[in-house]
């Protein structure tokens, strides 16, 4: 499809399982972002990447949560030793640049996400 | 990036005009104003975003106000499919994340 594309759509892990999710981003976007969504809450800011950089990782919560995109298009968000407060839906979104002036190229289309639950 | 306000919740008869509010008082002069919703177990769809002129496209339409401090999104003639969470966001020119509020639920009734 044309569409940002998560993998899976729900993951159930056990408290302590590590757990990678991927994002296939739109075909030629440059950026690619990583948000966490807890439940009746507005997306937040995990990590961006511009192509295979990852310029920003700030809002990462802990050493447990890596990011990775290392041919610049498919990226992986891995959690290491789940614990409960790491359930959450987990979107990414991508552009097809970040720094353009020509602001419809900034635009960011999401993907559906991947519902992670701890238990 | 400046903070947004916007009202928790609003009802549309389906049909009508929805004017969804959203207060912006610490804009600055380089900021743009984005709205985006989501439709339950939906990622984030973006709808539109202008910087100081009215903006118009298939979806919506963007309202700002001179002093830029506010700005209402408007669903013309609002369906059941446009229920939904709206954010008002605002970004900088070149800022690589976006800043998500609570956003307003927006539900629109038959």
């Known amino acids: 499809g044309a569409g940002v594309s998560q993998s899976p759509r729900y993951k159930v892990a056990k408290r302590g399982q590590d757990v990678a999710l991927r994002c296939d981003p739109i075909?030629?976007?440059?950026?690619l972002f990583w948000y966490q969504q807890a439940l009746g809450q507005g997306p937040e800011f995990l990590t961006y990447f511009q192509n295979e950089a990852q310029l920003d990782k700030s809002g990462l919560p802990s050493d447990r949560f890596f990011a990775e995109r290392p041919e610049g298009s498919v990226s992986t968000l891995k959690i290491q030793r789940t614990q409960q407060e790491d359930s959450a839906v987990y979107l990414c979104a991508s552009s097809l640049t970040a720094t353009s002036v020509v602001l419809a190229k900034n635009i960011q289309y999401f993907g559906a996400g991947t519902r992670l639950s701890v238990l | 990036d400046a903070k947004t306000t916007q009202p928790p919740s609003m009802d549309c008869a389906e049909g009508r005009a929805a004017n969804l509010p959203c207060n912006h008082s610490t804009i600055s002069g380089n900021e743009y104003v984005y709205w985006y919703r989501q439709i339950h177990s939906q990622g984030p769809q973006y709808i539109i975003h202008g910087l100081k002129n009215n903006e118009t496209n298939e979806m919506a339409s963007l309202i700002i106000t001179e002093d830029r401090k506010s700005s209402t999104l408007i669903l013309p003639h609002a369906t059941l499919r446009d229920t939904a969470v709206y954010y008002c966001i605002v970004k900088g020119e070149y800022g690589n994340k976006l800043v998500f509020g609570a956003g307003t639920i927006l539900r629109v009734k038959s």
């Open positions: 075909s030629g976007h440059v950026s």
